[in-house]
Nanobody, 124 residues
Framework: QLQASGGGLVQTGGSLRLSCAASGRTFNTYVMGWFRQAPGKERELVAG????????FYADSVKGRFTISRDNAKNTVYLQMDSLRPADTAVYYC???????????????????WGQGTQVTVSS
């Protein structure tokens, strides 16, 4: 089970930190990802991180502004979002993938478990 939190309303240029807490004892065996879905748009991968955190992936639209990290001791993955823009407004979802090769998948079908989503709204 994945529980996302940390969303909210922020002004352009502001920051938010999302957290996703996982239950269970096998968190470190999962690739983790953050997706987002804006109204009328498809869900897209924002960032992903490999099992031990040694490799990360970012969508071009967030490179240099967002940082994904994980703490396997706390069963938690984070998304630090800086320099937020109105275009970042969306519902953000965390997801877990039981990828046997530990690679970061970039599509929804690559992920096996999903959190409930947390709303991020950036005002102009």
């Amino acid at each position: 089970q994945l529980q996302a939190s940390g969303g909210g309303l922020v002004q352009t240029g502001g920051s938010l930190r999302l957290s996703c807490a996982a239950s269970g004892r096998t968190f470190n065996t999962y690739v983790m990802g953050w997706f987002r879905q804006a109204p009328g748009k498809e869900r897209e991968l924002v960032a992903g991180i490999r099992r031990s955190g040694e490799r990360t992936f970012y969508a071009d639209s967030v490179k240099g502004r967002f940082t994904i990290s994980r703490d396997n001791a706390k069963n938690t993955v984070y998304l630090q979002m800086d320099s937020l823009r109105p275009a970042d407004t969306a519902v953000y979802y965390c997801a877990a993938a039981a990828n046997p090769w530990g690679l970061v998948g970039t599509t929804e079908s690559d992920y096996d478990y999903w959190g409930q989503g947390t709303q991020v709204t950036v005002s102009s």
